[in-house]
């Protein structure tokens, strides 16, 4: 491993401090003088059309000060989603907001309003609306095919079947494509597994709900917010507002948690900045946790059928995979196009076939939630492949190396030429050994089966994949006149820490410590370079490359400068703690103080005034702005990429289910992981078991439940629908991690985001380890309830079918 | 004493801390009720406005002095106010988090006489002539950190720490209580605090070691 100076080593994040005295500012903590508040009236049903809105009685209310409706806003084309509607396609879709002088009167306004509204079909389950006859979730259409609203009905399926629970697989699908043989791979198996699977819809339920305070001030609007990025949500932001985007500045240093929601989150940041332009004072709309609940984004569940071909030896010859993917009214997530992607990457099948549709549903909208589509592939196949392990008698570990993807492995969707593309990089045996060695796995696999009393023991490991980092964004920072080294982040502040992780980069080129460096985030007004949006496990990777470009640049222009004022060429000069030198010779050279000066001397390029070509117009506005502060450094991230990159993690899971009464407790959670070179070890270990512990949360916790007659919703809080608590995941002693550190070849460090991996590790550990302890209770649906648990221990008929939506 | 089960389901979450607390959501039901209010099942609602209010003076006193972080504050309260509004919305108190508003998840747990409340939950009026205390009062004049705070900075404890004032004030209330817990311990008392970025496993760490850093001195 290289010898970094900071890279790998812990450090003090520097938002600790501001977050632990109540300091940090988050968006509802922000008021501005005369600030309104805004209260949303939502739609009672899952789909209606508006007729008439009667405000009058409202408006005559005093304190009551702008009621803006869906007509205020700018219009969306359709499948889009407005923020308001007149005709709401969910239950809990907001139709008009009211600002009014406090919360009370807001709502009390809302309570005054008469809206009339008809109500239209409404689908919440997709195989509702497939059905021949069956209402559609939207008057357009029930699905995309080609880009196109589409309306698909299943005429020629076996639907007895489906409602005994077996997917069919004969149905019109939007999407196709197939590698290989996969009719020759199943065929010349040793073993097929054939199963129809189910995964359940499952809202992001960040503990800050998205809530946004905006005002105007010389024809900008400031806007105080929660979102996951911070560059890439401004100009999404404007958009929805209607404004260009330098007539607003977007302020969002902290957010409470995202998960995906807030990648922009710029739907319902429009609804406080237009009522305040309309009310002409500050409006502040905090959302309910409620609100939250039905606004707040969601994954999309899954039904489908997945047949899998085993050689004797484990090896995989075939994947053939069907899906119906519960889309939303606004269909925005491609999770059901994911599964296959990430799988073909997991379990590297000699053949396969993906077949699959998104019907639109009057159920929230969906967004991308950490790994979408990849946390669902690895709940829906790692207790398969544990199936086939048992049938075959191989450890379950070991059929994980036997199908690992290595190297620049192939994945995904063949192109026109019918060419898959590949990873940067995987290491997953390696993974796999590690984790062998470090959690001594034969041990835990020993206690399968163990009884205590009524409690059974059950272990399980899964494989996860997933997206781990992008390339090409800028980097730009400034050394100033006081020394410091000012890197400017248009990534977001999440809390992972990858804000300031990512900027380490940037020290590392110049070789120089963390306590010289300043990072400038959240804060559209102070000039932030075009970035990754702060999803997708991709700012590590992305933005450790952008900063080491900046970095290397800044260091470029010191050496060039020592070699000026001294003597020499650049190349005599060498970097570091805080100055240029002459290799040899540390006495002879500039500290970054003097080099900033120089450099605002001898302008041009060296402070700013001249860009470099090939940077994104965002950074060159943020560059221009900075342009002789000091010396500049900022470029193009070029560095040469090798593929996706992807990062792994195999998680291990030891349960107690208590075969009377159908409890499960979980003892154990230990997470083996390639994620490249690790950057900050805390942070590694806090996404790993995070992330572990949300993917616990789906495989046995959160899901909704729908009145299926009304298509309206009974879980709409925390209570009913409750994420894993402190006493629901192993607590009486440390969870484990263990991370190899084997550089990515295509990044200056070698590393790779590691967020979304996390989460499946923990579901598919999760889910197998109850299965185990079931003996061979292989269940076809999450989450894991004490109903699916103890029907299948009491060998009862179960309660409702397999592909049964939002029970 | 008040019979302290939670008789809303909606407690789930708060139920242990609740009933630790003393403290229920029947209570703080009774306690609208006293103050000359109706709640409403919508959480942000209340009946009464500020424009209503106006109109028609209450039959309680508005004005309180409340002690928070060891200071006497004037404050102006409705009848039906929660703690939490008072603290963030009046007192500019805003290190309180409201995740749930309704006893769910912690966010907003503050200290009253030394006992970890939800202030989202409690009336404002039913905590007059009581010591309170937020994260906001933990750090010492000079600067220094609590040592659970400086734990927390130690150990990057927390993610995106929308739960960490909760969490903390929580700890705080812990280590008074059990100055040297186990793991499991400092979990069953921690558990009325929901974390969504599931940081439990460096949250147990920073109890931990902000304890010892309590016994150390
Ligand atoms: S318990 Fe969630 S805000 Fe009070
Ligand atoms: S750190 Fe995000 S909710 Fe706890």
């Known amino acids: 491993m290289a010898d970094y100076k900071l890279i790998g080593k812990p450090y003090s994040i520097a938002d600790l401090v501001a977050k632990v005295t109540g300091r940090a500012k988050y968006a509802e903590d922000f008021r501005a003088d005369g600030m309104l508040f805004a209260k949303l009236l939502s739609s009672p049903m899952p789909h209606g059309r508006v007729r008439s809105i009667d405000t009058s009685a409202a408006e005559a209310m005093p304190g009551v000060e702008a009621i803006l409706t869906a007509d205020d806003l ?57 059905r021949p006859g069956g209402s559609n979730a939207r008057l357009d259409g029930n699905t995309m095919v080609n880009r196109e609203l589409a309306n698909v ?16 697989t004969n149905g019109e699908v939007a999407e196709e494509w197939e590698v290989g043989d996969v009719e020759a791979g199943l065929a010349e198996a040793d073993l097929v597994i054939d199963e129809t699977v189910f995964h359940q819809s499952m809202g992001h339920q960040p503990l800050e709900s998205r809530t946004s305070m905006a005002y105007w001030q010389n024809g900008k609007c400031y806007l105080h917010t929660s979102t996951q990025s911070t560059q890439r949500t401004h100009g999404a932001a404007a958009r929805g507002i209607g404004i260009a985007p330098e007539d607003l500045v977007l302020v969002a240093e902290y957010c409470g948690g995202g998960f995906g929601s807030k990648i922009f989150g710029s739907i319902q940041m429009k609804i406080p900045a237009l ?130 993807p290595a190297g620049q492995a192939k994945l995904g969707r063949p192109d026109e030429n019918g060419e898959q593309g590949n990873v940067s990089s995987a290491f997953v045996v390696e993974a796999a050994d590690l984790a062998e060695q470090t959690f001594d796995w034969q041990a835990m696999r020993a206690r399968s089966g163990q009884r205590n009393g009524t409690r059974v023991t059950g272990v399980g490991v899964a494989l ?33 820490g990858s804000v300031f992780d990512t900027g380490r980069a940037a020290m590392e080129a110049l070789k120089t410590d963390w306590d010289q460096a300043e990072v400038i985030w959240g804060d559209t007004s102070k000039h932030l370079p075009w970035s990754i949006v702060q999803a997708g496990s991709n700012t590590i990777h992305t933005h450790t490359r952008t900063n080491y470009a900046a970095g290397e640049d800044a260091r470029r222009k010191l050496q060039e ?83 996706r990159v992807i990062s792994h993690a195999i998680g291990f899971a030891e349960v107690e289910v208590d075969v009377e009464t159908g409890a499960v407790v979980l003892k154990d959670y230990r997470v083996s992981t390639d994620v490249g070179t690790v950057i900050n070890p805390r942070g590694l ?46 607590h009486e002693q440390p969870m484990a991690w263990a991370a190899q550190d084997k550089p990515d070849p295509f990044n200056p460090m070698g590393a790779k985001g590691v967020g979304e991996t996390a989460e499946g590790a923990g579901s598919g550990a999760v889910l197998c380890a109850i299965a185990d302890a079931l003996g061979d209770g292989y269940f076809n649906r999450t989450p894991l309830q004490l109903d699916l648990i103890l029907t299948k221990i009491e060998q009862l008929p179960p309660a409702f079918s397999t592909l049964t939506a939002h029970v | 004493m008040e019979d302290v089960r939670p008789v809303e389901d909606d407690c789930q979450a708060g139920h242990m801390q609740a009933a630790q607390a003393g403290h229920s959501r029947r209570n703080f039901i009774k306690g609208v009720i006293a103050a000359g209010a109706s709640v409403s099942a919508s959480s942000y609602v209340f009946k009464e406005g500020a424009v209503a209010r106006a109109q028609a003076p209450g039959a309680v006193e508005r004005l309180v002095t409340l002690t928070v972080n060891g200071r006497q504050r004037r404050v102006d309260v409705l009848p039906q106010e929660t703690l939490a509004t008072t603290l963030r919305y009046k007192l500019g108190l805003t290190g309180t988090k409201i995740g749930c508003d309704r006893s769910e998840c912690g966010a907003c747990t503050v200290l009253v006489d030394g ?6 939950s409690m009336l404002t009026h039913q905590v007059r002539g009581r010591a309170l205390q937020t994260i906001e009062g933990l750090q010492a004049e000079d600067g220094t950190l609590h040592p659970i705070q400086q734990a927390v900075v130690d150990e990057q404890g927390f993610q995106c720490a929308f739960c960490m004032p909760g969490f ?26 929901l974390c969504r970025c599931a940081d439990y496993n460096k949250i147990l760490n920073v109890a931990l070691q902000g304890a010892e850093y309590t016994r150390r001195g």
């Not at chain 1, 190349?571 to 970054?592: Q, T």
């Not at chain 2, 006992?115 to 989202?120: G, T």
């Open chain 1, 685 to 730: 270990a806090a996404q790993l078991h995070g992330g572990g512990i949300q993917g616990f949360s789906a495989a046995l916790a959160q899901k909704w439940v729908y009145d299926r007659r009304w298509g309206l919703q009974v879980s709409k809080r925390f209570y009913t629908n409750r994420p894993p608590t402190i006493l629901d995941v192993p």
């Open chain 2, 168 to 193: 903390v004030m929580n700890m705080v209330a812990m280590i008074d209580e059990n100055p040297n817990p186990t793991r499991k311990e400092a979990a069953q008392f921690l558990s009325g605090n």
């Open chain 1, 464 to 496: 996860s994949s997933f997206n781990a980092g992008a390339w090409g964004m800028d980097g730009l920072l400034t050394i100033r006149p006081d020394g410091k080294v000012y890197i400017q982040q248009g990534i977001g502040n999440l809390g992972t």
């Open chain 1, 561 to 643: 400068i020592a070699a000026g004022d001294l003597g020499g060429s650049p190349d005599d000069y060498d970097v570091a703690d805080g100055r240029v030198f002459r290799r040899g010779a540390r006495s002879s050279g500039l500290s970054f103080a003097q080099a900033a000066r120089r450099a605002i001397e001898l302008g041009g390029r060296f402070d700013g005034h001249e860009l470099p070509e090939d940077i994104n117009a965002v950074t060159t506005g943020a560059a221009t702005a900075l342009a002789g502060l000091g010396l500049m450094g900022v470029a193009r991230d070029n560095y040469p990429t090798g593929g």
């Open chain 1, 153 to 168: 009905k299943w005429d020629d399926v076996d639907w007895a079947a489906i409602d005994r629970g077996e997917m069919q």
């Open chain 1, 275 to 404: 009522l305040s332009q309309k009310a002409g004072k500050p409006v502040m709309m905090r959302i309910t946790r409620q609100e939250e609940h039905f606004i707040g984004r969601a994954r999309p569940g899954l039904q489908g059928r997945v047949k899998i071909g085993f050689r004797r030896d484990g090896r995989i010859t075939a994947m053939d995979m069907f899906f119906v993917q519960d889309g939303g009214p606004y269909g925005m997530s491609g999770d059901y196009v994911v599964v296959p992607d990430q799988s073909t990457l997991m379990y590297q099948p000699l053949s396969h076939r993906f077949r699959g549709i998104s019907v639109y549903t009057n159920t929230p909208p969906r967004s991308p939630q950490r790994a979408p589509g990849g946390l669902q592939a690895v709940s829906m196949f790692s207790p398969l492949m544990q199936k086939a392990a048992k049938e075959l008698g191989i450890d379950p570990l070991e059929m994980i190396r036997i199908n690992a």
């Open chain 1, 74 to 130: 700018p219009p969306v084309d359709a499948p889009g989603e407005a923020g308001l509607t007149n005709e709401p396609m969910y239950e809990g879709e907001p139709i008009l907001a009211v600002a009014a002088v406090d919360e009370t009167t807001a709502a009390n306004a809302i309570e005054a309003i008469r809206v009339d509204m008809e109500p239209l079909p409404f689908a919440v389950d997709p195989l509702d609306s497939l």
């Open chain 2, 115 to 120: 006992v970890p409340q939800y202030s989202c």
